[in-house]
C-alpha cells in the first residue's frame, strides 16, 4: 500500500472542510445526514468542529452484493425528519457520483429548507454527473484507496491514513467501482 494522504493531511483537510461549513451556516441549526458506512470516521470528525447547534442521522447506501454491483438500495429508517431544515449530506467519496445522485433525489423529495453536500474525496475523472459536492476536502487521482472510513471487503477502515491499494492487493474476482458503503 502507498500512502496518498497521511494523518496530519487528513486532519489539516478535515479541519479546512468545517472551517467552510461553519462559514456557510453560521449559527443556523443544521441537520446532518451520514452515508454509511464509509462516512462514519469524517462524520464524527467534522461535527467536534462545527459551533453551530446540529442534529446528526444517518442513511445507509449499499450498491454491492459479493463482489458485483447492483441496483442502488437506500435505508432511510435511521434518517431524521429533515423537512424544513437546512441539511448538508455527508460521504466519504465521490466517485462516479451516481450514489449521491439518488440520495440528493431522494433528499429533496422529503423538503428540505436547504441540501447541501460535503465529501471526503473526489475522484477525478470518474464522475457521470453534472454537479459536485459543495464541499470537498480532497481531489484525489482515479486510485482505488483505503483507510479513515473507506473499506476494501470490509477491510482497512480504521487506517488513520488514506492509503492507495496496488493491483497485486486487489482480488482479480473484485469489480473496482465506487467505494462499497
Same mark, same amino acid.
Given at each position: 500500500?502507498?500512502?496518498?494522504?497521511? /494523518?496530519?493531511?487528513?486532519?489539516?483537510?478535515?479541519?479546512?472542510?468545517?472551517?467552510?461549513?461553519?462559514?456557510?451556516?453560521?449559527?443556523?441549526?443544521?441537520?446532518?445526514? *451520514? @452515508?454509511?458506512?464509509?462516512?462514519?470516521?469524517?462524520?464524527?470528525?467534522?461535527? =467536534?468542529?462545527? /459551533?453551530?447547534?446540529? =442534529?446528526?442521522?444517518? #442513511?445507509? !447506501?449499499?450498491?454491492?452484493? *459479493?463482489?458485483?454491483? *447492483?441496483?442502488? !438500495?437506500?435505508?432511510?429508517?435511521?434518517?431524521?425528519?429533515?423537512?424544513?431544515?437546512?441539511?448538508?449530506?455527508?460521504?466519504?467519496? +465521490?466517485? !462516479?457520483?451516481?450514489?449521491?445522485?439518488? #440520495? #440528493?433525489?431522494?433528499?429533496?423529495?422529503? *423538503?428540505?429548507?436547504?441540501?447541501?453536500?460535503?465529501?471526503?474525496?473526489?475522484?477525478?475523472?470518474?464522475?457521470? @454527473?453534472?454537479?459536485?459536492?459543495?464541499?470537498?476536502? +480532497?481531489?484525489?487521482?482515479?486510485? +482505488? @484507496?483505503?483507510?479513515?472510513?473507506?473499506?476494501?471487503?470490509?477491510?482497512? =477502515?480504521?487506517?488513520?491514513?488514506?492509503?492507495?491499494?496496488?493491483?497485486?492487493?486487489?482480488?482479480?474476482?473484485?469489480?473496482? !467501482?465506487?467505494?462499497?458503503?
Amino acid at each position: 500500500m502507498k500512502i496518498l494522504l497521511d /494523518e496530519n493531511q487528513l486532519n489539516a483537510g478535515v479541519n479546512q472542510l468545517a472551517l467552510e461549513i461553519n462559514k456557510t451556516y453560521r449559527d443556523r441549526p443544521l441537520t446532518i445526514i *451520514g @452515508v454509511l458506512t464509509g462516512s462514519v470516521v469524517l462524520l464524527a470528525d467534522v461535527i =467536534r468542529k462545527l /459551533e453551530m447547534p446540529l =442534529r446528526v442521522g444517518v #442513511v445507509q !447506501t449499499s450498491s454491492y452484493e *459479493g463482489s458485483q454491483r *447492483g441496483a442502488l !438500495t437506500i435505508n432511510t429508517q435511521m434518517m431524521l425528519d429533515i423537512s424544513d431544515r437546512d441539511v448538508l449530506l455527508i460521504d466519504d467519496i +465521490f466517485d !462516479t457520483g451516481n450514489t449521491m445522485s439518488e #440520495v #440528493v433525489e431522494l433528499m429533496n423529495a422529503l *423538503g428540505p429548507a436547504s441540501l447541501k453536500s460535503a465529501v471526503l474525496l473526489c475522484k477525478t475523472g470518474r464522475q457521470k @454527473v453534472d454537479w459536485r459536492p459543495d464541499f470537498i476536502a +480532497f481531489d484525489i487521482p482515479d486510485e +482505488f @484507496v483505503v483507510g479513515y472510513g473507506l473499506d476494501y471487503n470490509d477491510e482497512y =477502515r480504521n487506517l488513520p491514513y488514506l492509503a492507495c491499494l496496488e493491483p497485486s492487493e486487489i482480488s482479480s474476482t473484485s469489480e473496482i !467501482t465506487e467505494s462499497s458503503k
